[in-house]
């Protein structure tokens, strides 16, 4: 058999059970994707040119390459976060994340690029350059998990890690036609993934289908003491997939469409709001929702603030470069950080941002007293072109206007491929719920993709 | 948030807190934190007179272990990525003048 690399983790463990082939061949089949179309992509940092001998095929992920993000830690493999600073770091442990899949079975291919410390929707501000769009090679990625999205598309592995701090997962997964699922904040442990805004970094998987996300959420979530904000509950078990969403009301916030929404975006969310319909869901237009504008800010000071203190820790004592070696994107949330938190401003500006994201949290559970989930377009537009973050300070802000409510309310959400504007560009749904209602975006999500086909597209590479 | 422009003493201060040399062609770095500033300005049209802080969405608290060692790093791996080592310990700059 060939072109292994193309099928989804249930094809492939499907594949394995009944001895079609064996993990050697399905690992060797994603390596030569890699080699094939890193030239083009660059969606890896580090490529893991794993030999296995042998994968213990009774565990639920056993045999199945996965490609990691780069700034989750895999013991034993070189850790950058698409920084210079830690260009030469070989991680000296494991995240909570991966090192559940790979009790799981997984095996790690490599590691995929991403905004330098994840600072960024593009995948433009990484300092081992930017990972083009499998769609179009003119075009961004997404980001920060830009690197994972291209390279699940790009069939160079079977699924990926990503992490969302806000859009991370999802942004990305909507501009590369692929499911990203961002939990509920602490639904997946944070031990080992190198902190960005902490009180609100989610980690995820980024999938094929939303079965396969479905099933690493699964294997990976629950709790951990290793994560101080970890929620205690046991791991998520999928539920049961619905055959009608009688019953269930779906919201559609009026806000979430401005002057700057794409045209093509907006009809393929609308036309992805039919189908729900006719699936049996009662669409209800929220009009109060608050303005997703105030997010923009509250997400601008929290970052910047958290930002400045988790990166104070790169010394380039205990492991990593000095901070000369800092970007000038770094240099300059780090900056503002320190601003907003020093003498004299932590009232105006830190104090005042917690205050709101409480008003941001009444605010959905407001809206949810009226619907069960809310639904919207991902992001305005569909991929932008590679450059479209020069001299932009707030790209990675504007562009995730309609992700940050939901991050900083800590609620779980997903991207899920909803169709194609007309330079064949994907376009994302977003599916929101109430925290720790993943079950409900699943069931959505499924549904959703069992009635379309925009999934099972492919990029011609 | 009265004044959204960053001074030049401000700025150099600001690098000085967060440890980081601003090279003479990174000065335009100055403006876009004023910028940043700018757009942050809107939450002043939201009155939060009453509204308590949310720090943490998941409303934990004073999360504690058992005080009980657990297995960690050997001193080979603590020391394995340090940029230089003597004698088991890792080599910093020195603190204190002489």
């Known amino acids: 058999m060939s072109d292994l690399n193309k099928l989804t983790i249930k094809e492939a463990r499907a594949g394995l059970l009944s001895k079609k082939f064996s993990p050697q061949e399905l690992v060797a089949d994603c390596l030569s994707q890699i080699k094939k179309l890193e030239p083009k992509l660059n969606a890896f940092v580090t490529v893991n040119e794993i030999k296995i001998s042998e994968a213990d095929l009774a565990k639920p992920l056993g045999g199945i390459p996965f490609a990691v993000k780069d700034n989750f830690l895999v013991e034993g493999i070189r850790t950058t976060a698409s920084s210079k600073v830690l260009d030469n770091y070989i991680a000296q442990y494991s995240s909570t994340f991966t090192s559940r899949l790979e009790q799981a079975g997984a095996i790690i291919i490599g590691k995929t690029n991403m905004d330098a410390w994840a600072h960024g929707s593009s995948t433009e501000t990484s300092d081992y350059g930017p990972t083009k769009n499998p769609w179009n090679l003119g075009h961004l990625p997404g980001g920060s998990s830009g690197g994972s999205a291209a390279a699940v598309i790009a069939d160079e592995c079977l699924a990926a890690v990503g992490s969302e701090t806000a859009g991370s997962i999802r942004q990305p997964a909507s501009w590369c036609g692929v499911v990203g699922f961002k939990p509920t904040y602490g639904r997946c442990s944070r031990y080992g993934v190198i902190a960005m805004k902490s009180s609100t970094d989610s980690p995820g998987p980024i999938t094929k289908t939303i079965d396969d996300a479905a099933l690493i959420l699964s294997l990976v979530s629950g709790h951990d003491p290793l994560d101080a904000t970890s929620i205690d509950e046991p791991s998520w078990v999928k539920p049961q997939p619905l055959s009608t969403l009688k019953g269930l009301k779906i919201g559609i916030p009026a806000a979430y469409f401005s002057k700057e929404t794409q045209a093509d975006v907006k009809n393929s969310v609308m036309s992805a709001v039919d189908t729900l319909k006719k699936l049996g869901a009662e669409i209800i237009e929220l009009t109060d929702i608050l303005d997703p504008k105030y997010s923009i800010a509250v997400y601008t000071i929290l970052q910047r603030s958290e930002v400045s203190s988790n990166l104070a820790r790169f010394d380039g004592i205990r492991y990593g470069h000095d901070r000369s070696f800092f970007g000038t994107e770094a240099k300059r949330r780090i900056m503002l950080g320190t601003y907003s938190l020093s003498a004299g401003y932590y009232d105006a500006y830190y104090l005042k941002a917690q205050k709101v994201r409480t008003l941001i949290c009444q605010d959905f559970d407001k809206q949810f007293q009226k619907v069960d989930a809310i639904i919207g377009p991902v992001s305005p537009t569909t991929a932008l072109k590679i450059g479209a973050t020069e001299g932009q300070s707030m790209f990675g802000e504007l562009q995730d206007i309609l992700l940050e409510p939901s991050s900083i309310a800590g609620l779980p959400g997903i991207s899920i491929p909803c169709g194609f504007d007309k330079i064949g560009l994907p376009v994302g749904l977003q599916i929101i719920a109430p925290q720790r209602r993943e079950d409900l975006v699943y069931q959505i999500a499924k549904i959703f993709e069992d009635n379309t086909d925009y999934h099972t597209r492919r990029p011609k590479l | ?98």
């Not at chain 2, 100055?30 to 802080?53: F, G, R, W």
């Not at chain 2, 088991?88 to 002489?98: E, F, H, M, N, R």
């Open chain 2, 1 to 98: 948030m009265s004044s959204n422009v960053i001074t030049d003493d401000q700025f150099q201060h600001i690098a000085k807190l967060s440890r980081l040399e601003i090279k003479p062609e990174e000065s335009y770095i100055k403006d876009q934190l004023s910028e940043a500033a700018k757009y942050v300005d809107v939450l002043k049209e939201l009155n939060t007179e009453d509204i308590s802080p949310t720090f943490q969405v998941n409303h934990k608290k004073n999360v504690f272990r058992d005080d009980v060692i657990t297995p960690s790093f050997t001193q080979s791996q603590a020391l394995s990525q340090a940029a230089k080592t003597k004698d088991g310990y890792i080599v910093t700059s020195a603190t204190i003048k002489k």
